[in-house]
């Protein structure tokens, strides 16, 4: 089967570094994306990698290692406003734009 | 920017009715997708379309049905409505058939079935 575990909460502290790991078990590879969903709102595209290593875009960067089928978001510099659920998913045909999603972290950011 | 506009943000409805849900992108974009979104369970796949008329189930398909008769817009259907279709139901859709194309989501409809 296909699955994607990510921790269900984390709780860090305003200005501080966070990471949010995600493993997965899937039929095939094609990327691993990471979305941003604010209480209420849609789900935001963040980051993509595709490739193993680090992609920095600003205070967010992501990682993966596809022989470890392991990434993670690093959220820098934390601010009141990351408080939202993050979601990592994998796309796993190439045939198409279908991702499996994780089932979200909810990330709780202490003053 | 990418726009996708669903066309109740709520919506209340009775067991057995039939019911549409609306979605509309305006950046032509090939795909698009309806998902539901549970506590706890993340979002999970109903159905796909990668083209107009053309349509495939996703992880959840079972009591719904889609429609895309044109390129920018997307109808799910609930053929008759259960309780335990009561959800968040979310549109995206994204530029063509390429793994690292984003994803641009509606603001969601939250159906309620009574």
């Known amino acids: 089967g296909q699955s994607l575990e990510q921790p269900s909460e984390v709780t860090a502290v305003e200005g501080a570094i966070v990471q949010i790991n995600c493993t997965y078990q899937?039929?095939?590879?094609?990327?691993l994306s990471w979305y941003q969903q604010h209480d209420g709102g849609a789900p935001t595209f963040l980051s993509y990698?595709?490739?193993?290593g680090l992609e920095e875009t600003g205070r967010f960067s992501s990682f993966l290692s596809r022989s470890d089928s392991y990434g993670y978001l690093l959220l820098q510099e934390l601010q009141m406003k990351d408080s939202a659920s993050y979601f990592c998913?994998?796309?796993?045909?190439?045939?198409?734009?279908?991702?499996?999603f994780g089932k979200g972290t909810r990330l709780h950011i202490l003053p | 920017d990418v726009k996708v506009t669903q066309s109740s943000r709520y919506l209340v409805k009775r067991t057995g009715e039939k019911v549409f849900l609306e979605c509309v992108q305006d950046?032509?974009?090939?795909?698009m997708f309806w998902y539901r979104q549970d506590p706890g369970l993340g979002l999970r796949l109903i159905y796909f379309?990668?083209?107009?008329?053309?349509?495939e189930k996703g992880d959840i398909p079972e009591g719904y049905s889609v429609s895309r008769e044109k390129k920018e817009r997307f109808s799910l259907i609930l053929e008759s409505a259960s309780t335990n279709q009561t959800s968040m139901y979310l549109c995206?859709?994204?530029?063509?058939?390429?793994?690292?194309?984003?994803?641009?989501f509606g603001d969601g409809t939250r159906l309620s079935i009574l």
């Open positions: 995206a859709s994204s530029l063509s058939t390429d793994s690292n194309q984003p994803q641009h």
């Open positions: 899937t039929s095939g590879f094609y990327g």
């Open positions: 990698n595709a490739l193993d």
């Open positions: 998913a994998v796309g796993h045909d190439n045939r198409d734009d279908k991702i499996i």
């Open positions: 950046m032509d974009h090939e795909n």
């Open positions: 379309s990668y083209d107009v008329k053309m349509k």
